[in-house]
């Protein structure tokens, strides 16, 4: 898909997120995601708030449905903290119990560790994303 073409679709996508009140829509390798403000409850929902960010993530070369993915609802960090070197990049060689990055829950950094072995073939999330459960964060093939 051309970039004109996804800008579209990301905009139509922006756009049914606040009609039906979603903080997330997934098709295919495309996943559009909103940060919501959780502290501002109106009847039993969770509005979005003005100016929230949207969160885009697409990936055409690789299918996630092998993806390493994460383990519970949090922030992604790739470092242990911030300058630090990250766990791993795109070309580094994992083992199955390595760590691959940190999601912070409740002001808790929890380690997250390879299902597999393999080589990290694409980083699908970036530092300070908010993650949910089983978003698909990298390729380990």
Known sequence: MNEAKLS???????????EHQLTELRFKDLQVSRQVNVSAPVGGMVMPAAGETVCVSHSASTS???AEKSPMVGVFYSASEPGAEPFVKVGSSVKAGDTICLIEAMKTFNPVKAVKSG???EILVK?????????????IA
């Open 119 to 121: 080589t990290v073939k």
């Open 127 to 139: 530092d300070g994303d908010t993650v949910e459960f089983g978003t698909p964060i990298m390729i």
């Open 8 to 18: 579209k679709l990301i905009d139509l996508l922006a756009v049914k997120l606040d």
């Open 64 to 66: 996630t449905a092998d």
